[in-house]
Nanobody, 124 residues
Framework: QAQLVESGGGLVQAGGSLRLSCAAS????????MAWFRQAPGKEREFVAS????????RYSESIKGRFVISRDNAKKAIYLQMNYLKPDDTGVYFC?????????????????WGQGTQVTVSS
């Protein structure tokens, strides 16, 4: 059974950094395009970043471009999200997900496996 487990969230001051991890099991991870999404209180889930199965291609939302970096380690079956210069608007639950189609498609409905999420809170 496929499973994605996020970790690394927490409370950080504005301007600080966090590194999120997502460990995968039960799926063909090395052939899977992956992504991070987030959901703030009272808002819809939104795309953050994605990465191709090889790691050669990445995509970022405009709101985090230049501050966050997505990466992966296929040997460890994990993806990461390095978050720098965090802002209060970055607060939310962060989810990793596996794409059924392509890393280039941001639509959440095209992702078939999701983790439970990890909370990120940025204080001002």
């Amino acid at each position: 059974q496929a499973q994605l487990v996020e970790s690394g969230g927490g409370l950080v001051q504005a301007g600080g950094s966090l590194r999120l991890s997502c460990a995968a099991s039960g799926l063909a991870f090395s052939r899977s395009d992956m992504a991070w999404f987030r959901q703030a209180p009272g808002k819809e889930r939104e795309f953050v970043a994605s990465i191709s199965w090889s790691g050669a291609s990445t995509r970022y939302s405009e709101s985090i471009k230049g501050r966050f970096v997505i990466s992966r380690d296929n040997a460890k079956k994990a993806i990461y999200l390095q978050m720098n210069y965090l802002k209060p608007d970055d607060t939310g639950v962060y989810f990793c997900a596996r794409s059924r189609l392509s890393w280039s498609i941001e639509w959440a409905a095209t992702f078939d496996y999701w983790g439970q999420g990890t909370q990120v809170t940025v204080s001002s």
